[in-house]
């Protein structure tokens, strides 16, 4: 799905996606790995989640006894208040159930739990969960969503990219252990880098890279490049940039990058060939590292580097010190408060495009004494 089409569905706040079952399996095997108790005795809350359709709950609810959870709570908001027309009718499986309401099933959210064995078969999994319609419409913001959020231990989820901030000031502000994914641009906001920066988040381990599958609802206009249906009839679409955002530790994190000199690279580095390597920003002392394995070992200053080098981040390797997209930087390397006036009349001029203003502190380099492209860049050194 090209980005201009997930921003217009973001703008629409039609971007209700559904998670495939083997992408959280990847990424929960590897906190698992990394530590085999870290679900042991918690409470897991699963928000902004639809459980009669979500493979998160199936998930855990399938895992329930082998991972030791001690309560699994899922919450779904209603159709009623979503921006979008989805044609919804309730389950089968809703309007078996004795407390099926057809005046609350659109208008209220439901929670669905699973804390012990209710059809007494020896076994707590997928078929003991119990649900009942909130009292509201399950919006993560209502007083009744933030009480499950204070009780839980862990908040997994897939949130909507629409509201990918206020959903993470959300799980911040009441400290609590997470893994939710979100659009890979949102590294640079001044909300979230912050946090990236003091090592309190940090991406998960098991997307770093291409399109993910994620099922839609059937009213979802289908105009991506690359999108289908499933076997099942279910409508998909294929998104780019996506990644796990967490504060669940793994092993990827402590694997420090295998890194040649800046003379190695400078000869046998192919990708660097015909791009800029290791020129001086205009703005910022540092220097421009056009790919993460380009970053050479032996160099102890400030170095710009894409925003991508997050999957492969060892905080006993680098120090984060800061990026160019929104500002977040000690004054100690900054030239210049913003970009000059002379880089922006040559951005121009040798074609570039976009609303780069003065005093948009986005990396520059003058190249041949004309500026190249303005860069989103993450300012890096070697922990000394």
């Known amino acids: 799905m090209p980005n201009t ?7 629409a706040r039609n971007d209700e996606f559904f998670t495939q079952y083997g992408d959280i399996e990847k990424e929960m095997n ?14 897991i809350l699963l928000p902004c989640d639809d459980p009669e359709w ?6 855990f609810a399938q895992n ?3 991972f030791g959870i ?14 979008y027309q989805s044609n919804y009718q309730p389950t089968l499986f ?8 057809k005046k609350k099933t659109t208008v209220k959210g439901k929670i669905f739990t699973l804390d012990k064995d209710t059809n007494l078969d020896g076994k707590i999994d997928v078929d003991d969960l119990q649900w009942i319609y909130l009292e509201g419409d399950g919006d993560f913001r209502s007083a009744e969503i933030i009480s499950l959020r204070d009780e839980a231990d862990i908040i997994i989820t ?16 009441a400290n609590k252990t997470f893994s939710i994914i979100g659009n890979m641009n949102a590294i640079t906001y001044k909300e979230v880098f912050p946090l990236i920066k003091e090592n309190k988040i940090w991406l998960g381990p098991t997307i770093t890279s291409g399109d993910r599958k994620f099922h839609v609802p059937e009213t979802f206009p289908l105009y991506a490049a690359s999108y289908g249906h499933d076997p099942d009839g279910r409508p998909f679409i294929m998104v780019k940039g996506v990644r796990w955002f967490t504060n669940i530790d793994h092993g990827r994190r402590h694997q420090p990058l ?24 205009d703005n910022y002392d540092a220097i421009e590292v056009p790919y993460t394995d380009a970053i050479p070992s032996d160099y102890p200053k400030l170095m710009g580097v894409p925003i991508s080098f997050l999957d492969k981040y060892s905080p006993e390797q680098f120090e984060i010190m800061g990026t160019g997209d929104n500002g977040l930087v000690d004054d100690e390397f900054k030239k210049t408060p913003g970009l000059t006036k002379a880089f922006i009349a040559d951005y121009y001029k040798a074609g570039g495009k976009g609303s780069y203003n003065e005093g948009n502190p986005t990396p520059g380099i003058y190249k041949n004494n004309v500026a190249s492209m303005a860069y989103k860049r993450i300012f890096i050194r070697h922990k000394k």
């Open 70 to 83: 001690k309560k699994l709570i899922s919450t779904s908001y209603a159709d009623a208040s979503k921006n």
């Open 54 to 59: 979500s493979n998160f709950t199936k998930y």
């Open 5 to 11: 089409n997930l921003t217009a569905a973001m703008r």
């Open 30 to 43: 590897a906190y698992l790995e990394y530590n085999p108790d870290v679900f042991r005795d918690k409470t």
């Open 258 to 281: 295998p890194l040649m000199t800046m003379e190695e690279n400078l000869r046998f580095n192919k990708k660097l060939k015909d791009v800029e390597s290791y020129d001086e920003f």
């Open 94 to 101: 809703e309007r078996r159930q004795p407390h099926f309401d």
């Open 64 to 66: 329930f006894e082998e």
């Open 158 to 173: 897939n949130p909507p990219f629409s509201l990918f901030r206020p959903f993470l000031a959300w799980i911040v502000e």
